[in-house]
């Protein structure tokens, strides 16, 4: 079972609707979990992070962390065109590995206009 | 404030051969990594510095690649010799303190690294 695991997607949406990426993790003593953006060519940003159970907003992004179900998720409102890229989700885990980011191997966002 | 560097953006070489990638952390970050980035893959760690001594580098083939951080700021990754299967974008990144959970990465542009 690999650490981190997204659908590869494609997944298209149209301009103005809601896109929601969704992220497994393995390992339960997790600590914290980011959302990085990376268009083709170019290298991973920094969307957001969360480490508490709930919600998390930033402007047109909402994170959603659920510790039980080792479940994360992103959601982008009102998407644009300029949101298409592939969302790549990381986590921290504890212990002697704390700070060191697990990737999952993205998935690929086409908004449409 | 100046990102994270990285030098050269390209390098195409023949298996066998070596290479070398260049990084320069953003001021003041005491931790530095570097990872490997397959085609449709996830960024993986090869190796990360808290200042110049090494956390982890379980992931790196220490038969073939080798990396330093002389002085604690800039880091130098080498490949030697260089296989088919090491194509791929070398990323370096960057955090304040590498120590807590929450500590942003911050990366820089990359290295494309095709090996013929």
């Known amino acids: 079972q690999k650490e981190v695991e997204q659908n590869s997607g494609p997944l298209s949406v149209p301009e103005g609707a809601i896109a929601s990426l969704n992220c497994t993790y393995s390992?339960?003593?997790?600590?914290?979990f980011f959302w990085y953006r990376q268009y083709s060519g170019k290298s991973p940003e920094l969307i957001m992070f969360?480490?508490?159970?709930g919600d998390k907003e930033d402007g047109r992004f909402t994170a959603q962390l659920n510790k039980a179900s080792q479940y994360v998720s992103l959601l982008i409102r009102d998407s644009q065109p300029s949101d298409s890229a592939t969302y790549l989700c990381?986590?921290?885990?504890?212990?002697?590995?704390?700070?060191?980011?697990?990737f999952g191997r993205g998935t690929q966002l086409t908004v449409w206009p | 404030e100046a990102g994270v560097a990285q030098s050269p953006r390209y390098k195409i070489i023949e298996k066998r051969q070596s290479v070398a990638f260049w990084c320069n952390p953003i001021?003041?970050?005491?931790?530095l990594y570097w990872y490997q980035q397959i085609l449709g893959q996830g960024p993986k760690l090869l190796i990360q510095?808290?200042?110049?001594?090494?956390?982890?580098d379980s992931q790196l083939p220490k038969d073939r690649f080798s990396a330093e951080r002389l002085k604690g700021v800039d880091s130098t990754l080498k490949i030697q010799p260089a296989k088919l299967e090491d194509s791929a974008v070398y990323l370096c990144?960057?955090?304040?303190?590498?120590?807590?959970?929450?500590?942003?990465?911050?990366f820089g542009p990359g290295t494309r690294l095709t090996v013929l």
């Open positions: 510095f808290q200042n110049n001594g090494v956390v982890d």
């Open positions: 001021s003041g970050h005491a931790t």
């Open positions: 990144a960057s955090s304040l303190v590498g120590t807590a959970s929450t500590d942003t990465q911050y």
């Open positions: 390992d339960r003593g997790s600590q914290s």
């Open positions: 969360i480490y508490s159970n």
């Open positions: 990381a986590v921290v885990r504890g212990g002697s590995t704390l700070g060191r980011l697990y």
